[in-house]
T-cell receptor, first 113, second 116 residues
């Protein structure tokens, strides 16, 4: 167990639907990052939250949104799903130190049918 | 422009041999960090090794070492004495800047296949 918990592990849904992915960071970590990994691709950075505030945005579609709650867990909302949104979605967290490591969760595999 | 470039889509090596996975990076920030992660077929991301831009010595972690050539902007991963369990996808990643909590930027990865 890496300390970063992602739920659910697998999700199958239909096009047009909306899903929510959840991430609980490692204890003490204030930053949460969301990444998307499509088939045979590297990890694409979507968005980062730090202590409840949006810190940085990457290649996140307008159909996607995220938030970080007071208890520091984060949710990634994906709406109007398309077949191309099928991917492995990772959450990672890092501590509030300059050279702190990044810990990844085990990912949520989303399949849109 | 690509921030992290991994030019080897696939590499093949025999057990007990050493293998080098290439990674070049592009940044104008003097403070940055370089990371290597392993992703086996099960999908999880496993941290392997870290090199800071100001580190004088190359990082080593067991059978993993990072050949850091700052002037060439390269950060190649060397795996010594390959094992069958090393078969996986390997990603090079970079954190730019000195601020706490900056997102990692990943390369496209290299698939390593180790045969007996």
């Amino acid at each position: 167990d890496s300390g970063v918990t992602q739920t659910p592990k697998h999700l199958i849904t239909a096009t047009g639907q909306r899903v929510t992915l959840r991430c609980s960071p490692r204890s003490g970590d204030l930053s949460v990052y969301w990444y998307q990994q499509s088939l045979d691709q590297g990890l694409q950075f979507l968005i980062q939250y730090y202590n409840g505030e949006e810190r940085a945005k990457g290649n996140i579609l307008e159909r996607f949104s995220a938030q970080q709650f007071p208890d520091l867990h984060s949710e990634l909302n994906l709406s109007s799903l398309e077949l191309g949104d099928s991917a492995l979605y990772f959450c990672a967290s890092s501590p509030p130190l300059q050279f702190g490591g990044y810990t990844f969760g085990s990912g949520t595999r989303l399949t849109v049918v | 422009a690509q921030k992290i470039t991994q030019t080897q889509p696939g590499m093949f090596v025999q057990e007990k041999e050493a293998v080098t996975l290439d990674c070049t990076y592009d940044t104008s920030d003097p403070s940055y960090g370089l990371f290597w992660y392993k992703q086996p077929s099960s999908g999880e991301m496993i941290f392997l090794i870290y090199q800071g831009s100001y580190d004088q010595q190359n990082a080593t972690e067991g059978r993993y070492s990072l050949n850091f050539q700052k002037a060439r902007k390269s950060a190649n991963l060397v795996i010594s004495a390959s094992q069958l369990g090393d078969s996986a996808m390997y990603f090079c990643a970079m954190r730019e800047g000195g601020q706490a909590g900056t997102a990692l930027i990943f390369g496209k990865g290299t698939t390593l296949s180790v045969s007996s």
